[in-house]
């Protein structure tokens, strides 16, 4: 079985670009969810989707969105890019319905360094 | 809010010996705690969870954590360390049964000397 899978794994940007990262979940999840991983902050949940809606959320600016397609693909958007956007952002696949608490699945990152 | 604590950045210990990182949680309710491992380039991958159930836990490649509400700690363990095990180790709770949204601590790096 495939793990998660995301794109593009490296990707440098300038200030005040935007970018779009992709996620592919294991066959059969319905739930992703993102995390920017830093340094200085570690890991920080930014959300979740599940069947196409949003159904956790972080306390990240609007700048960060996201969206979940009927394929349970993911994308994640950042506007605006700012320098402390830089950072390892992890997605993360599960089964997850509302009575299941279990492992996530992640993937190896998409690391974006913003100059 | 639900937080949790990792006591050392970073933990160095030789072959062979007892490997122990600290994790502390803070909860109002039982929560579901986790510990998960990042190998260098890699995303994160679960060592073992607790889910209420058996109080001590076992998990991948040795490692078992046990789970002690009365100290709100749920310290990872693994009685004879390798050097495969060098890695960075994250805490982690969920207060609500079915939340994807895992709350971190900052994490342990563990280094392994031969």
């Known amino acids: 079985k495939a793990g998660v899978t995301q794109t593009p794994r490296y990707l440098i940007k300038t200030r005040g670009q935007q970018v779009t990262l992709s996620c592919s979940p294991i066959?059969?999840?319905?739930?992703v969810s993102w995390y920017q991983q830093t340094p200085g902050q570690g890991l920080q949940f930014l959300f979740e989707?599940?069947?196409?809606?949003?159904?956790n959320k972080g306390n990240f600016p609007g700048r960060f969105s996201g969206r979940q397609f009927s394929n349970s693909r993911s994308e994640m958007n950042v506007s605006t890019l700012e320098l402390g956007d830089s950072a390892l952002y992890l997605c993360?696949?599960?089964?997850?319905?509302?009575?299941?608490?279990?492992?996530?699945?992640f993937g190896e990152g998409s690391r974006l360094t913003v100059l | 809010a639900q937080s949790v604590t990792q006591l050392g950045s970073h933990v160095s210990v030789s072959e062979g010996a007892l490997v122990l990182l600290r994790c502390n949680y803070s909860?109002?309710?039982?929560?579901?705690l986790f510990w998960y491992v990042q190998y260098p380039n890699q995303g994160l991958q679960l060592l073992l969870k607790?889910?209420?159930?058996?109080?001590l836990v076992k998990g991948i490649n040795g490692f078992e954590a046990e789970f002690k509400k009365s100290e709100t700690s749920f310290h990872l363990t693994k009685p004879s360390a390798h050097m495969s095990d060098a890695a960075e180790y994250f805490c982690?709770?969920?207060?609500?049964?079915?939340?994807?949204?895992?709350?971190f601590g900052q994490g342990t790096r563990l280094t392994i000397n031969p």
């Open positions: 993360a696949s599960s089964l997850a319905d509302r009575t299941y608490t279990g492992e996530l699945f």
């Open positions: 607790y889910t209420s159930a058996a109080t």
């Open positions: 909860s109002s309710v039982p929560p579901y």
């Open positions: 066959s059969g999840h319905r739930s």
């Open positions: 989707y599940f069947s196409e809606t949003q159904r």
């Open positions: 982690a709770v969920s207060p609500i049964q079915g939340a994807q949204k895992l709350v």
